[in-house]
């Protein structure tokens, strides 16, 4: 029942992710003609080439890497990948048939480029967060970081770079500038939404009795904690540290507990996004 749980919840982040990353894709990058990142950002190149409708080549496209993926990478690609990747091209088809648009939803592209940026970018953290993509040009960095030594983010940034730069010609300059600015803002917003996903808070309390702390992070935080011995540099007594990872509401109500319970404890509590080990993310 647990597994099903964590299943489900997964399978809803990865859809609503999905899903909003396609809202700002279609309504705010498509139809502003901004090309910065990836497969839907060439499709506006192609789009206005008149080979075929943005939502119509993201839709190939991502079939044909989707097919390629398996060819090379087997079930390595993984299912949330494959899932995101044709929910992404689906909504898309979608979202062109039943609200065809012929110019943007207003007439203020500074404010149209932010939401192209922010929704794409928090669509995708999610997505990443949880081990997945929305495939496209991620699929080609998974085959050459298999078979290759290449560097792989180099690579993709000179992609992107590449698309984005078009805009210049296909365009005109204030849409190349648009699309270059969400370039550069593109890659700082995903990795400030996966931090602030991943953010805990680690203490380091200085104490004199350990054992009610512990008691309350174990029994009622249903934590875990380390506790070592120690000597005030200061003072030359006998104290204990205790070291522990919350969430930042468990961090409230630790900080509040050890306030009424040990008054004169040391504490030190720090951000972190990286924790790795039981309880939190896997190797």
């Not at 593109?186 to 939404?193: E, G, K, W």
């Not at 522990?244 to 319970?261: C, D, G, W, Y």
């Given at each position: 029942?647990?597994?099903?749980?964590k299943n489900?919840?997964?399978?809803v982040?990865?859809t609503g992710?999905?899903?909003?990353?396609?809202?700002?894709?279609?309504f705010?990058?498509?139809?502003n003609?901004f090309t910065f990142?990836?497969?839907?950002?060439?499709s506006?190149?192609?789009?206005k080439?008149?080979?075929?409708?943005?939502?119509?080549f993201?839709?190939?496209a991502n079939?044909?890497?989707?097919?390629i993926g398996?060819i090379?990478?087997g079930?390595t690609?993984g299912l949330m990948?494959?899932?995101?990747?044709?929910?992404?091209s689906?909504?898309?088809?979608?979202?062109?048939?039943f609200?065809?648009?012929a110019?943007?939803l207003?007439?203020q592209?500074?404010m149209e480029?932010?939401?192209?940026i922010a929704?794409p970018?928090?669509?995708?953290?999610?997505?990443f967060?949880?081990?997945?993509?929305?495939?496209?040009?991620d699929?080609?960095?998974?085959?050459?970081k298999?078979?290759?030594?290449?560097?792989?983010g180099?690579a993709?940034?000179?992609?992107?770079?590449?698309?984005?730069?078009?805009?210049?010609?296909?365009?005109?300059?204030?849409?190349g500038?648009?699309?270059?600015l969400?370039?550069?803002?593109?890659s700082?917003?995903?990795?400030?939404?996966?931090?602030?996903f991943?953010?805990?808070?680690y203490?380091?309390?200085?104490c004199?009795?350990?054992?009610?702390?512990?008691?309350?992070?174990?029994n009622?935080l249903?934590?875990?904690?380390?506790v070592?011995?120690?000597?005030g540099?200061?003072?030359?007594e006998d104290?204990y540290?205790?070291?522990?990872?919350?969430?930042?509401m468990?961090?409230?109500?630790?900080?509040?507990?050890?306030?009424?319970?040990e008054?004169?404890?040391?504490?030190l509590?720090?951000n972190?996004?990286q924790?790795?080990?039981?309880?939190?993310?896997?190797?």
């Amino acid at each position: 029942m647990e597994k099903f749980r964590k299943n489900f919840k997964t399978f809803v982040l990865l859809t609503g992710a999905t899903l909003i990353l396609a809202v700002g894709v279609y309504f705010f990058k498509m139809q502003n003609n901004f090309t910065f990142g990836g497969i839907t950002g060439f499709s506006v190149v192609v789009a206005k080439l008149g080979i075929m409708s943005a939502a119509q080549f993201t839709a190939v496209a991502n079939v044909v890497l989707l097919v390629i993926g398996f060819i090379f990478l087997g079930r390595t690609l993984g299912l949330m990948t494959t899932y995101c990747t044709l929910l992404l091209s689906v909504t898309l088809d979608i979202l062109e048939r039943f609200f065809p648009m012929a110019h943007p939803l207003t007439d203020q592209p500074t404010m149209e480029v932010m939401f192209a940026i922010a929704l794409p970018a928090l669509g995708s953290a999610i997505i990443f967060n949880l081990g997945a993509s929305s495939g496209g040009t991620d699929i080609i960095a998974m085959i050459l970081k298999k078979y290759t030594s290449a560097d792989i983010g180099r690579a993709l940034m000179l992609t992107d770079v590449g698309v984005t730069l078009a805009a210049f010609l296909v365009f005109d300059v204030k849409t190349g500038l648009y699309s270059v600015l969400g370039l550069t803002i593109r890659s700082l917003m995903v990795d400030s939404f996966i931090e602030s996903f991943n953010q805990h808070k680690y203490f380091n309390v200085v104490c004199d009795h350990p054992e009610p702390i512990c008691d309350f992070i174990t029994n009622t935080l249903h934590r875990s904690a380390t506790v070592c011995p120690a000597k005030g540099a200061f003072s030359g007594e006998d104290k204990y540290i205790i070291f522990t990872v919350m969430s930042r509401m468990e961090a409230v109500k630790l900080r509040n507990f050890i306030k009424i319970e040990e008054p004169k404890a040391f504490i030190l509590i720090t951000n972190t996004s990286q924790i790795i080990g039981k309880g939190f993310h896997s190797i």
